[in-house]
T-cell receptor, first 116, second 114 residues
Framework: KNQVEQSPQSLIILEGKNCTLQ??????????LRWYKQDTGRGPVSLTI?????NTKSNGRYTATLDADTKQSSLHITASQLSDSASYIC???????????????FGKGTKLSVKP | DVKVTQSSRYLVKRTGEKVFLECVQD?????MFWYRQDPGLGLRLIYF???????EKGDIPEGYSVSREKKERFSLILESASTNQTSMYLC?????????????FGPGTRLTVL
């Protein structure tokens, strides 16, 4: 069964600290993996996307890694800011449907709170 | 700039009412989606559409229907709202391209059914 598991469920850190969020998946065939940031009461916004051949991708203070062998991804946030408080959702795309899109597997998300 | 808009941010309806949630995208995307998001369950796909007048069931279509008469507009319909349909509803769109399949989300509609 295709699944995406994220950990931890929630995390509280102090402003300025670093943190790492985890995503493990059992999806086959794998197409790509994306991390979304979702502010409270808003829709998700894409942070990074990685295909099978990419093992790291950065977007400012956000760095995502992908290990396709172990089927694990992580999202590292450097020098956290209060505005990083949000839910972070890992999404894995199944195969390549050429555009037909009923093939995304969503993790349940990690809720990050950054405290001053 | 990419934009997906939803007709309401907050909506309160009574059990048994017919509810329409509207979504409009201005990116000329072929694909459009409706999700619901509940605490502890994440996003779940209700319906999607890959072309005008085309629709496909997602994981949880029961109690919902959709309409796509124009490319830019995708409507979610609750024929007879029930309390278990209280949720955050998110619309998304994406281009029909192989590969990255990025979806762009709207701001969401928080629906409460009393």
């Amino acid at each position: 069964k295709n699944q995406v598991e994220q950990s931890p469920q929630s995390l509280i850190i102090l402003e300025g600290k670093n943190c790492t969020l985890q995503c493990n998946y059992t999806v086959s065939p794998f197409s790509n993996l994306r991390w979304y940031k979702q502010d409270t009461g808003r829709g998700p916004v894409s942070l990074t996307i990685m295909t099978f051949s990419e093992n790291t991708k950065s977007n400012g203070r956000y760095t995502a890694t992908l290990d396709a062998d172990t089927k694990q991804s992580s999202l590292h946030i450097t020098a956290s800011q209060l505005s990083d408080s949000a839910s972070y959702i890992c999404v894995v795309s199944v195969g390549n449907y050429g555009g037909s899109q009923g093939n995304l597997i969503f993790g349940k998300g990690t809720k990050l709170s950054v405290k001053p | 700039d990419v934009k997906v808009t939803q007709s309401s941010r907050y909506l309160v309806k009574r059990t048994g009412e017919k509810v329409f949630l509207e979504c409009v995208q201005d990116m000329d995307h072929e694909n459009m989606f409706w999700y619901r998001q509940d605490p502890g369950l994440g996003l779940r796909l209700i319906y999607f559409s890959y072309d005008v007048k085309m629709k496909e069931k997602g994981d949880i279509p029961e109690g919902y229907s959709v309409s796509r008469e124009k490319k830019e507009r995708f409507s979610l319909i609750l024929e007879s709202a029930s309390t278990n349909q209280t949720s955050m509803y998110l619309c998304a769109s994406s281009p029909r391209l192989a590969g990255y399949n990025e979806q762009f989300f709207g701001p969401g509609t928080r629906l409460t059914v009393l």
